[in-house]
């Protein structure tokens, strides 16, 4: 059974930062690109950031600037460094894996909360 797991979530100031990671076997790390997407209460899901193995990196409008993606291969984890918070940023955080255009999800994690306070 393929397992994403998700960490560091929480609650923060807006204008602070946060960091998630993410961590799943090294036979689906390699072979695809990683990618962040977040829902919010009573909105669609949507794409944050992808990264792929190469380290090519796409962005969501709503975060360039402010959330930077990143994967370590050689521990099997993707981050996503978050700064400049809003409170618009409140969300279910998950990571999958996925291709570079965050169009085809292959497998997801189980979500992390982040909340901003204005």
């Known amino acids: 059974q393929v397992q994403l797991v998700e960490s560091g979530g929480g609650l923060v100031q807006a204008g602070g930062s946060l960091r998630l990671s993410c961590t799943t076997s090294?036979?689906?790390?390699?072979?695809?690109?990683m990618g962040w997407y977040r829902q919010a209460s009573g909105k669609q899901r949507e794409l944050v950031a992808t990264?792929?193995?190469?380290?090519?990196?796409k962005y969501g409008d709503s975060v360039k600037g402010r959330f930077t993606i990143s994967r370590d291969n050689a521990k099997n984890t993707v981050y996503l460094q978050m700064n400049s918070l809003k409170p618009e940023d409140t969300a279910v955080y998950y990571c999958?894996?996925?291709?570079?255009?965050?169009?085809?999800?292959?497998?997801w994690g189980q979500g992390t909360q982040v909340t901003v306070s204005s």
């Open positions: 999958a894996a996925t291709n570079f255009w965050g169009s085809s999800v292959y497998h």
């Open positions: 090294g036979n689906i790390f390699s072979m695809n690109a």
């Open positions: 990264i792929t193995v190469g380290g090519s990196t």
